[in-house]
């Protein structure tokens, strides 16, 4: 039987897209019970505005990941306490797509949103690895000749190549360490500029977390103890 500690793994797979940080670690999984081969998963948001695009893309990943775990059956996902709780929850239960959640207000899916911020995500985890490298005494020009393998080790280029291989973009670990999030090679003329622009997006992911987490400690009174679920 699938157990806690694994369903809370596999929700460590799922990430705030706007934040690019897990829902685990950001305190948003509060509860997690498992009864033979149906688990229940309740999840929480920093406010009770939170914006629904975001919000249906964690619940929907959270089934999803949730559900491929071995002896798993049915995953009951609950968003609680946001103002399209009720229409996300029973969209998601029917796996039913963002605009059937939202008739006559969505028209689309979320798959472009998700693209947008998986690219963000990319630059963002790239300026803190430059920062890192040029900290280091590497020049732009090491840079743009870095291979993908030889970028410091650690989670900012394990969730690199995650990320480049989610976008379809070059993951091997013989291609260019640095690039954009169309996959397009930075020359060495183009190094420094755009980590300039990628710190300040990395700075912006972390300011907005920071933010998160503050929201949703004073919104359910909790203590640095207290931000998750016990395994």
């Known amino acids: 039987m699938t157990t806690i500690p694994e369903v809370l793994g596999a929700l460590e797979g799922v990430r705030d897209p706007e934040l690019d940080q897990n829902l685990v670690e950001l305190g948003f999984v509060t509860d997690v019970s498992v009864d033979g081969a149906d688990v229940a ?16 893309l964690m619940v929907a990943d959270a089934r999803r990941v949730v559900e491929a775990l071995p002896g798993v059956d049915v995953a009951r996902i609950a968003l609680e306490d946001h103002f399209t709780s009720e229409e996300i929850n029973a969209a998601v239960g029917r796996e039913a797509g963002f605009a059937e959640a939202f008739p006559g207000e969505a028209t689309g899916e979320l798959d472009d949103l998700r693209t947008l911020f998986q690219r963000k995500a990319l630059m963002a985890r790239e300026g803190r690895l430059g920062e890192t490298l040029l900290g280091a005494g590497h020049t732009p020009a090491d840079l743009a000749a870095m291979r993908l393998s030889e970028l410091p080790p650690g989670p900012d280029a394990e969730r690199c190549t995650q990320l480049r291989t989610e976008l379809g973009l070059d993951s091997d670990p013989a291609g260019p360490a640095f690039v954009t999030g169309d996959g397009s090679v930075l020359a060495a003329a183009d190094m420094a500029r755009f980590l300039r622009f990628a710190r ?10 920071h933010l998160c987490r503050g929201l949703l400690k004073t919104r359910y009174g909790l203590t640095d103890q207290h931000e998750g679920v016990a395994a």
């Open 41 to 56: 998963v309740r999840l929480r948001l920093p406010t009770f505005y939170c914006a629904p695009n975001f919000a249906f």
């Open 200 to 209: 300040l997006v990395a700075r912006s992911l972390e300011g907005n977390a």
